[in-house]
């Protein structure tokens, strides 16, 4: 069973970093890309970004809302995946999933998910 | 970015009643491979998203044959052949075809 629990978040001030983490089980991690998408309180989904297998790279892709300030990593041998979130924004207060990407068809298997609240 | 337009954004439905769900998008979706990436997500209140479906209709493991999804080019439909009191949450639409991925605002199922 694929297990996809993230921690690390919490109150941080506007213009302060947080990194995100997302322990992965049940499944292959290496071989598979992996997704962080968000949803602020009370609205809809957002995609945030991916990042490829080692065959691929470890490319990475962004959303034009965070890019040049959130930085996806992924540790193969630990199993997880990280979300350096630097220069944050009150517009960044999101609960963040990961998620197992499953291409264009987007993704069948994700985290609970964990808060970020940016706020003075 | 592709704009994904979701129809209605609030829809009370009464146990047993069909409901439906339009999307559309404001390009094309068919993909350059001929698939076409229209995907359905459910978000019950406090729970992660689940995804109903996947290129416009084929419905993912577990998923009750209640569901069914249709649709070509830029207009899709999420249709509840008996709405059960399970399927209250949010509806997301999602296009996978145009990069970035794009969702649409979300339509509210509640019953009445």
Redesign the interface.
Known sequence: EVQLVESGGGLVQPGGSLRLSCAASGFTFSDNYMDWVRQAPGKGLEWVGRIENKASSYTTEYAASVKGRFTISRDDSKNSLYLQMNSLKIEDTAVYYCAKDGGSSGWFDWGQGTLVTVSS | ?VVMTQSPLSLPVTLGQPASISCRSSQGLV?SNG?T?L?W?H?RPGQ????LI??VSNR?SGVPDRFSGSGSGTDFTLKISRVEAEDVG?Y?C?Q??H????????TKVEIK
Not at chain 2, 99 to 106: D, E, I, L, M, S
């Open positions: 970015d993909h698939n990436y995907n997500f978000q992660s998203p689940r995804r996947y290129k993912d949010v997301y999602m996978g075809t990069w970035p991925w794009t969702f649409g605002q979300g």
